[in-house]
């Protein structure tokens, strides 16, 4: 089986060649904004799946959620505005950010509590914000 970075780089570049001028012109054609419905279609498709307890729908689904997602994201590199990697370094940092009783000092061996830390740490990151 082909690792994982592999796979990512397979898929990241398959995006690309549809989104490329000799690429494919439905995919060419799509914008954000016109990604919108699909987004939402396609994880309310991984939602039903879940909820029918249908994993191998649920699989297909959730890669239909992230070609919707690569799709948006690399619209949104060609438009110079961010790329696939400030995705994920965005994500990554956050996940570090709200999980300090994995990651740093504090304490958390409940869910609740957890839940109450990752509030706390999320209402934080809002008033740092509003303050910019």
């Known amino acids: 089986m082909e690792d994982r970075k592999e796979l990512f780089d397979q898929f990241c570049n398959i995006i690309a060649k549809l989104r490329a001028p000799d690429g494919c012109p439905w995919d060419r ?3 954000a904004e016109s990604m919108q419905k699909s987004l939402l279609e396609e994880a309310q498709e991984a939602v039903d799946a879940i909820a029918g307890k249908d994993d191998v729908n649920l699989c297909e689904e959730l890669g ?4 919707v997602v690569a799709m948006i994201t690399r619209i949104k590199e060609e438009e110079g505005k961010f790329a696939m ?3 994920l370094a965005g994500v990554n940092d956050k996940l ?5 009783h994995i990651f740093g000092d504090a304490k958390a061996s409940t869910p609740e509590e957890v839940l109450k830390l990752w509030n706390q740490v999320k209402a934080e990151e809002k008033k740092k914000k509003s303050q910019k």
């Open 64 to 67: 239909d959620v992230m070609l």
């Open 29 to 31: 054609k799509q914008t």
């Open 85 to 87: 990697a400030d995705v």
């Open 96 to 100: 570090i950010r709200r999980h300090p």
